[in-house]
């Protein structure tokens, strides 16, 4: 018998595995946040014996190093990664046991792509591989992108990406499992998944790595890459160097006049409650940015690098999920945090802002007023409303002299990024709309939504 666990990291569109047998098992590219995995093996009753990484990530901090310091397992990293901290490494066809009693191995399978070095490892059950976890290579109906490394590589990578994928079909089984890291909703995924599962049998059927001549592939994939989000710049050094062990405990607690004092000095004071609660009332010159959200992703993004943040939440538990979010990105200890009724957190009146639909923007006299998309730009090529002025969130805090006078409605694709944005014209000072929509709406709300 053997088991694999599924460890979702869902704030980042990752996932990490657990897979073992009767005594031992071994974890696949771990989060920072290692208590999650040891609690698995708890619940198992086994030992991490080994811990693996498919790549040095670029999205988020790993937890492997503490991992396999903590519980003396193996760190198996591939040989190719530039790395400064001692591990195992790992060559293409290296075999590892990782359970005796259940005939489990780990079998490595060099798989660049996603970065030169990438290995994907096939856990193989008396000489059948039954599962392969992919990291950033094959995923569910797509790859994982080519272009995070350096864009004089990508081309490269991308037809490396293609020989990888193809090398996967061509010699595991069609009934093996294909269990990515990436691909969930994470900016490393170069498509959006099909499913929650798969195996390199439906692979096969349907991923275009698998059903398309190398050229074609390259081209569609080069032509389809998105935004990168600018803190990754930041995250394959600290991996490279080893992510120091973290450190969950509460912030120090902040009163209105220290929320007050750090807005004054330029500091990110982040409120985490839903857009909702937001808009009706509100710190002025805090952002909002809603911890069921893609929290750690967009903050890390959109804040200064290194920039000193405050946490405003509804609860305890609201802040602690938050924290243990950003930790997985670099952003380890909040300067300073309130919890409970925002009327407690300013000495000042709350701010507030309205908030829309798309038939609402539909039913005003068109004049007077800006319409903001704060869209990528992948999706705005899909369409838009016309005569709306584009800003992509991410770039909107630099690019905030480029929106027109006169108040401003703004929408994404469905709420949540529209109230970042409205939050940031909010506290600069701007007359501002939230949209609180479906963009699918906009077309039936009547607006003119043409493709360019």
Same mark, same amino acid.
């Given at each position: 018998?053997?088991?694999?666990?599924?460890?979702?990291?869902?704030?980042?569109?990752?996932?990490?595995?657990?897979?073992?047998?009767?005594?031992?098992?071994?974890?696949?590219?771990?989060?920072?946040?290692?208590?999650?995995?040891?609690?698995? $093996?708890?619940?198992?009753?086994?030992?991490?014996?080994?811990?693996?990484?498919?790549?040095?990530? /670029?999205?988020?901090?790993?937890?492997?190093?503490?991992?396999?310091?903590?519980?003396?397992?193996?760190?198996?990293?591939? $040989?190719?990664?530039?790395?400064?901290?001692?591990?195992?490494?790992?060559?293409?066809?290296?075999?590892?046991?990782?359970?005796?009693?259940?005939?489990?191995?780990?079998?490595?399978?060099?798989?660049?792509?996603?970065?030169?070095?990438?290995?994907?490892?096939?856990?193989?059950?008396?000489?059948?591989?039954?599962?392969?976890?992919?990291?950033?290579?094959?995923? !569910?109906?797509?790859?994982?992108?080519?272009?995070?490394?350096?864009?004089?590589?990508?081309?490269?990578?991308?037809?490396?990406?293609?020989?990888?994928?193809?090398?996967?079909?061509?010699?595991?089984?069609?009934?093996?499992?294909?269990?990515?890291?990436?691909?969930?909703?994470?900016?490393?995924?170069?498509?959006?998944?099909?499913?929650?599962?798969?195996? !390199?049998?439906?692979?096969?059927?349907? /991923?275009?790595?698998?059903?398309?001549?190398?050229?074609?592939?390259?081209?569609?994939?080069?032509?389809?890459?998105?935004?990168?989000?600018?803190?990754?710049?930041?995250?394959?050094?600290?991996?490279?160097?080893?992510?120091?062990?973290?450190?969950?405990?509460?912030?120090?607690?902040?009163?209105?006049?220290?929320?007050?004092?750090?807005?004054?000095?330029?500091?990110?004071?982040?409120?985490?409650? /839903?857009?909702?609660?937001?808009?009706?009332?509100?710190?002025?010159?805090?952002?909002?940015?809603?911890?069921?959200?893609?929290?750690?992703?967009?903050?890390?993004?959109?804040?200064?690098?290194?920039?000193?943040?405050?946490?405003?939440?509804?609860?305890?538990?609201?802040?602690?999920?938050?924290?243990?979010?950003?930790?997985?990105?670099?952003?380890?200890?909040?300067?300073?945090?309130?919890?409970?009724?925002?009327?407690?957190?300013?000495?000042?009146?709350?701010?507030?802002?309205?908030?829309?639909?798309?038939?609402?923007?539909?039913?005003?006299?068109?004049?007077?007023?800006?319409?903001?998309?704060?869209?990528? /730009?992948?999706?705005?090529?899909?369409?838009?409303?016309?005569?709306?002025?584009?800003?992509?969130?991410?770039?909107?805090?630099?690019?905030?002299?480029?929106?027109?006078?006169?108040?401003?409605?703004?929408?994404?694709?469905?709420?949540?990024?529209?109230?970042? $944005?409205?939050?940031?014209?909010?506290?600069?000072?701007?007359?501002?709309?939230?949209?609180?929509?479906?963009?699918?709406?906009?077309?039936?709300?009547?607006?003119?939504?043409?493709?360019?």
């Amino acid at each position: 018998m053997f088991f694999i666990d599924t460890i979702e990291v869902t704030g980042l569109g990752n996932r990490s595995y657990l897979a073992g047998g009767e005594l031992a098992a071994v974890a696949v590219d771990p989060p920072r946040d290692i208590d999650r995995v040891i609690a698995a $093996a708890a619940r198992r009753g086994v030992r991490i014996a080994h811990v693996v990484e498919t790549h040095v990530h /670029n999205d988020y901090l790993t937890g492997g190093l503490e991992l396999a310091r903590i519980t003396g397992a193996a760190y198996l990293v591939p $040989a190719g990664a530039r790395v400064s901290y001692d591990r195992m490494p790992v060559h293409d066809g290296d075999r590892r046991e990782i359970d005796a009693a259940s005939g489990l191995m780990l079998r490595a399978l060099v798989t660049p792509g996603h970065t030169p070095h990438h290995t994907s490892y096939a856990l193989e059950q008396n000489g059948t591989a039954v599962a392969v976890f992919t990291g950033g290579s094959l995923l !569910i109906g797509s790859v994982g992108r080519p272009d995070l490394v350096e864009p004089r590589l990508t081309e490269r990578l991308a037809r490396a990406q293609h020989a990888s994928a193809n090398r996967l079909a061509d010699e595991l089984p069609d009934d093996t499992a294909v269990l990515p890291t990436h691909g969930f909703g994470s900016f490393c995924s170069s498509g959006r998944p099909r499913g929650e599962s798969t195996t !390199i049998g439906r692979e096969k059927a349907s /991923n275009a790595a698998l059903v398309r001549d190398v050229d074609g592939f390259v081209a569609d994939l080069l032509a389809g890459l998105d935004d990168i989000p600018a803190y990754y710049t930041h995250m394959a050094p600290a991996n490279a160097a080893g992510p120091a062990p973290v450190d969950l405990t509460p912030p120090a607690a902040a009163d209105a006049d220290e929320i007050a004092a750090r807005l004054a000095a330029g500091e990110w004071v982040v409120d985490l409650r /839903n857009r909702v609660a937001f808009a009706a009332g509100h710190v002025a010159g805090s952002f909002n940015f809603e911890a069921e959200g893609q929290l750690a992703t967009y903050l890390a993004w959109l804040i200064p690098w290194g920039r000193p943040v405050t946490l405003l939440a509804e609860s305890p538990a609201q802040l602690a999920a938050a924290q243990r979010e950003l930790v997985r990105v670099g952003i380890d200890r909040p300067a300073a945090a309130a919890t409970g009724d925002p009327s407690n957190w300013t000495r000042d009146e709350l701010a507030s802002f309205p908030r829309a639909t798309f038939a609402d923007l539909a039913a005003r006299p068109r004049g007077g007023f800006v319409v903001l998309d704060v869209r990528r /730009n992948a999706e705005r090529a899909g369409g838009f409303v016309d005569g709306s002025v584009h800003i992509p969130v991410h770039a909107l805090r630099r690019r905030l002299h480029e929106v027109p006078d006169g108040q401003v409605w703004v929408h994404c694709a469905g709420g949540m990024r529209a109230a970042v $944005a409205a939050s940031l014209l909010a506290a600069a000072g701007r007359d501002v709309v939230a949209v609180d929509d479906s963009f699918d709406a906009a077309a039936k709300a009547g607006l003119t939504v043409r493709t360019p």
